[in-house]
C-alpha cells in the first residue's frame, strides 16, 4: 500500500520524503552504529586481546580466551548455574502465566480486579523485590513462618545453604515474571475466536481436552515468545545475585552474568575474558532461542 | 475454559449443586493465586510500620504491634542521601522519559510512514538487536563512557537510553494502524514532514505515547544495573541504587528496608493505579517488559 500511495505522488515530494525518513531515523542511527553495532564489533576485539582497563599495553591473544573457557572453573560452576536456573524458571514461569491467563480469561465477577493484583509482582524494581525476599527467606521470615504454621516449624537459612539459595532465587523470579507473561498470553487468548471453543463443547470436550486441543495449539506462536523472552531473560540474570547472594554461598549462585561483572569490575579486571563469556553467552542464547523456535513455533497442522 | 459451564442453565438440581461446587472451588483457587502474589507486598508495607526486631519476630505478627510511623522520618536520618537519591532517579527518569517519547516516536514515524532507501533492513536490524544480551556491548560502552568523561554523571545514563528499540517497535505498530489520509491533507496543505509528525501524528499518537510513557517511567525509575555501573558516590545513586547499598552497611534495619522499599515503589504503584489499562496495552502489544 505504501508504494502505491508513494507512486501516485509528484517526484518532489518522494525526494523530500526520503530525505525526512533519513533525517528522522538519524537518532536511532547514531545509537546503532555506536551502542550496538560499533559495541559489538569492539567487543569482539577485546575478546581476542588479554585486555585490562588498567594496563598500558593489551597483547594480542588470538581466540585463546574462547578456547581457555572450557578449562576455566569458575565459567563452568557459572554456566552450569545459569542453565540450571534458566530451564527452572523458563518452564514454571511459562506454565504458571499460561494457567494463570486461562483463569482470568474465564468469565468470573471480579475478573479486573485479580487482573490488577496478580501483576503487582511485575511493576516493582529488582531491588524492591530482593528486599522483600531476603525478608521472606529469613531464617525467622515469612517462608519459614508458613512453614512453621503447615506444620514444619523450621528456622533454615534459605539464602546461605549452597543446596537452596540457587531454587530460592528462582522462586523470587518466577514470582515476579510469571504476571508480566500472563499479561501476554492473556492477549493471545482473547484472539482465540469463542465459537471454536462452543463447537468443541457441543461435541463433548471437557475443559481439559479444550485446554489442551485448542488453547495449547492455537497459543504456540505465544509461547514461543514467552519461552524466548524467557531464555534470553534466565541467561542474563544478575540484579537478585548482585543485590542478594553475590554468587554464594560457596560460588552456588555464580552465574555467567555476575561472573562477567566480577571480571569487568571486580578483582582482576580480565576484560578479553569477559567479552569472551558474553559472546559465549550470546551464542548460547541464540541457539537455545532458534531451537524453541523450531519446535514451538513450527505451523500448525489441523 | 470453563465460562461456558458457568453460563449454560442448570439441567437438574445435581448439576447445579455440582456447578456450584465448582463456582466455590474456582473462587478458592483464584483467592489462593492472591494471596500468594499478594501478601509479600502487604506485609512489606505493615512491616514498614513495625520495630526491626518485630518484623524479624518469631512467631510472626501481622499488624505492628505498636505502630511506627516515624520509620519514614528515621530512613531519611539514617542515609542521608536518601532525599537527593529519590530526587535523582526522578530527574534521570523524567528526562530519559521525555527523550525517549520524542525519538522513539520520530524514528518509528520513519519506519512506519516515509520511504527511504535501506528503511527495511534497518527496521529488521532493529529487531534483530533486541536478541544481543546487554552482557555482549557492556565493556565497549563503559569505555566510551569512561573517554567522553561522563563516569559518575547523569550523562552517561542519558547517552546510552535516550532510544530504545522496544520504544521504536512500539511506536511504529501504532504508527502502521493510523489512517494515512490525515497526513495526505496535511502534506498537500504543504506542513512539511515535520510538521505533519509534531502537529497531525503525534496528537492522534497519545494512547501510545501514554502506554510507551508509562513502561519508559517504571523502567528508569526501576533501574539498577546501569546506575551500578556508571555511578561511584552515593550523592549520584538513584533510590534503587541507594536502597540497595544501605541494605549492605545496616543487614538489621529492616524496618528502614522496608519503608525505603515502600517509598521505592510508590511512584510506579500510583502511575499503576491511575494508567493500568497503558501497562497492560504497552506489554500485550509488543510482548515485552
Given amino acids: 500500500m505504501a508504494v502505491a500511495v508513494a507512486g501516485r505522488r509528484r517526484g518532489g515530494v518522494r525526494a523530500s520524503e526520503a530525505r525526512a525518513g533519513v533525517v528522522f ?28 582497563l588498567l594496563a598500558l599495553e593489551n597483547p594480542f591473544r588470538g581466540l585463546a580466551n574462547y578456547t581457555r573457557l572450557p578449562e576455566n572453573e569458575d565459567f563452568k560452576i557459572a554456566l552450569s548455574n545459569t542453565a540450571y536456573y534458566a530451564v527452572v524458571v523458563t518452564i514454571l514461569q511459562t506454565a504458571f502465566a499460561l494457567v494463570m491467563a486461562v483463569l482470568l480469561d474465564a468469565r468470573i465477577r471480579g475478573r479486573g480486579f485479580f487482573r490488577s493484583t496478580w501483576y503487582t509482582p511485575s511493576i516493582a524494581s529488582t531491588v524492591v523485590i530482593s528486599m522483600i525476599f531476603l525478608w521472606i527467606y529469613h531464617p525467622t521470615g515469612l517462608l519459614n513462618s508458613v512453614l512453621s504454621l503447615l506444620g514444619t516449624p523450621v528456622q533454615h537459612n534459605w539464602l546461605q545453604d549452597t543446596r537452596t539459595a540457587l531454587p530460592a532465587l528462582m522462586g523470587l523470579n518466577v514470582w515476579t515474571t510469571a504476571p508480566t507473561f500472563m499479561i501476554v498470553f492473556l492477549a493471545g487468548l482473547q484472539d482465540i475466536p469463542r465459537s471454536i471453543y462452543e463447537a468443541a463443547e457441543v461435541d463433548g470436550a471437557g475443559p481439559m481436552r479444550r485446554f489442551f486441543s485448542i488453547t495449547i495449539p492455537l497459543l504456540r506462536p505465544i509461547i514461543f515468545l514467552v519461552v524466548a523472552l524467557g531464555i534470553i531473560g534466565t541467561f542474563q540474570v544478575f540484579d ?49 532461542t532458534m531451537l524453541s523456535r523450531r519446535y514451538l513455533d513450527a505451523k500448525i497442522d489441523y | 475454559m470453563a465460562q461456558a459451564t458457568l453460563a449454560r442453565p442448570a439441567a437438574s438440581d445435581t448439576t447445579e449443586r455440582v456447578e456450584r461446587l465448582q463456582t ?44 511506627h510511623p516515624e520509620n519514614y522520618v528515621q530512613v531519611f536520618i539514617a542515609n542521608p542521601n536518601f532525599f537527593r537519591q529519590v530526587f535523582n532517579g526522578l530527574v534521570v527518569t523524567l528526562l530519559l522519559v521525555g527523550l525517549n517519547l520524542f525519538f522513539c516516536s520520530l524514528v518509528a514515524y520513519a519506519f512506519a510512514r516515509l520511504e527511504f532507501p535501506g528503511r527495511n ?38 547517552v546510552q537510553s535516550y532510544i530504545t ?15 494515512r489520509e490525515l497526513e495526505e491533507a496535511a502534506i498537500v496543505d504543504g506542513l512539511g514532514w515535520f510538521g505533519v509528525f509534531w502537529k497531525i501524528v503525534l496528537p492522534v ?84 517488559k
Fill in chain 1, 25 to 52: 531515523v538519524l537518532p536511532y542511527l547514531v545509537f546503532f552504529l555506536v551502542m550496538q553495532a560499533g559495541a559489538l564489533l569492539l567487543a569482539f576485539w577485546f575478546s581476542l586481546h588479554r585486555y585490562d
Fill in chain 1, 240 to 288: 537478585q545475585i548482585s543485590i542478594m547472594t553475590q554468587g554464594g554461598p560457596l560460588k552456588s549462585t555464580l552465574t555467567v552474568a555476575y561472573l562477567i561483572y566480577q571480571n569487568v569490575f571486580r578483582d582482576e579486571g580480565q576484560v578479553g575474558v569477559a567479552c569472551a563469556m558474553a559472546f559465549a553467552l550470546g551464542v548460547i542464547i541464540y541457539i537455545l
Fill in chain 2, 24 to 67: 466455590t472451588f474456582r473462587y478458592i483457587l483464584y483467592v489462593v493465586v492472591t494471596v500468594f502474589l499478594f501478601t509479600p507486598f502487604l506485609m512489606t508495607v505493615l512491616s514498614s510500620f513495625k520495630t526491626s526486631a518485630e518484623v524479624i519476630a518469631y512467631p510472626p505478627t501481622i499488624l505492628p504491634s505498636e505502630w
Fill in chain 2, 121 to 158: 533492513v534497518l527496521f529488521a536490524i532493529m529487531l534483530g538487536t533486541m536478541v544481543i544480551p546487554s552482557w555482549v556491548t557492556l565493556v565497549p560502552k563503559y569505555v566510551l563512557i569512561q573517554n567522553l568523561g561522563l563516569i559518575n554523571t547523569f550523562g552517561a545514563l542519558l
Fill in chain 2, 165 to 179: 528499540p522496544f520504544g521504536i517497535f512500539l511506536m511504529a505498530q501504532f504508527f502502521r494502524s493510523v489512517p
Fill in chain 2, 205 to 288: 499518537a497519545r494512547p501510545a505515547l501514554l502506554a510507551l510513557g508509562i513502561l519508559a517511567f517504571k523502567d528508569h525509575w526501576n533501574s539498577y544495573f546501569d546506575w551500578l555501573i556508571y555511578m561511584q558516590t552515593p550523592e549520584m545513586f538513584n533510590i534503587q541504587l541507594g536502597l540497595a547499598a544501605f541494605r549492605g552497611v545496616y543487614q538489621n534495619q529492616w524496618d528502614l528496608i522496608m519503608a525505603g522499599s515502600v517509598i521505592a515503589i510508590l511512584p510506579i504503584l500510583i502511575l499503576y493505579v491511575l494508567g493500568q489499562r497503558y501497562f497492560v496495552r504497552g506489554v500485550a502489544t509488543t510482548g515485552l
